[in-house]
């Protein structure tokens, strides 16, 4: 299976803020990469799939970039509601594995 | 507005089964894959299977083959999983997601209790 290693495990920011959060495939996945945002006691929110493509209603500070192995999210400017885990996965192989996280937290 | 509503908590004992359902609505059943997720307090989220309400073809994770099983009806527009021979590390939080590119609408996640 296909390991996904997200880095760093913690990010400690201000808003305001540029947030770079990476996601790294054991083996390519092509762009079959999304990311989700979770907020405690929530489901987890699509963020961006393929990549580079942001889901409906994501705000345009969220992007993504990547293809093959390695993979980011940025947030170019954190606002409060963005102090979250975030999660990439891939969908190129079964099963469509997750990485571990990385959680955004205020500094 | 697109919707999948899960059913409640349950609380099961070691070696017995649980079934969970998702039921939609706001959108034709049948047109997106389903998938099902769980999550561990505190930890990650897990993908465990996906189905096509259309066909009812179905991919489970290695790790669930053989426990799990992902059925639909579609005359009410509802998703089940059940897992069976449930153990102590099967507490958790299911979800089930609407699956295109990615799963862009969710349940609100069922709790699982194991214990004995």
């Known amino acids: 299976e296909i390991v996904l290693t997200q880095s760093p495990a913690t990010l400690s920011l201000s808003p305001g803020e540029r947030a770079t959060l990476s996601c790294r495939a054991s083996q390519s996945v092509g762009i079959s990469l999304a990311w989700y945002q979770q907020k405690p006691g929530q489901a987890p929110r699509l963020l961006i799939y393929d990549a580079s493509h942001r889901a409906t209603g994501i705000p345009a500070r969220f992007s993504g970039s990547g293809s093959g192995t390695d993979f980011t999210l940025t947030i170019s400017s954190l606002e409060s509601e963005d102090f979250a885990v975030y999660y990439c996965q891939q969908r190129s192989n079964w099963p469509f594995t997750f990485g571990g996280g990385t959680k955004v937290e205020i500094k | 507005q697109v919707q999948l509503v899960q059913s409640g908590a349950e609380v099961r004992k070691p070696g017995a089964s649980v079934k969970v359902s998702c039921k939609t609505s706001?959108?034709?059943?049948?047109?997106?894959?389903i998938n099902w997720v769980r999550q561990a307090t505190g930890q990650g989220l897990e993908w465990m299977g996906w189905m096509n309400p259309n066909s009812g073809n179905t991919g489970y994770a290695q790790k669930f083959q053989g426990r799990v099983s992902m059925t639909r009806n579609t005359s009410i527009s509802t998703a089940y999983m059940e897992l069976r021979s449930l153990r102590s590390e099967d507490t958790a939080v299911y979800y089930c997601g609407r699956y295109s590119y990615g799963s862009d609408y969710w349940g609100q996640g069922t709790l699982v209790t194991v214990s004995s």
């Open positions: 706001g959108y034709t059943f049948t047109s997106y894959d």
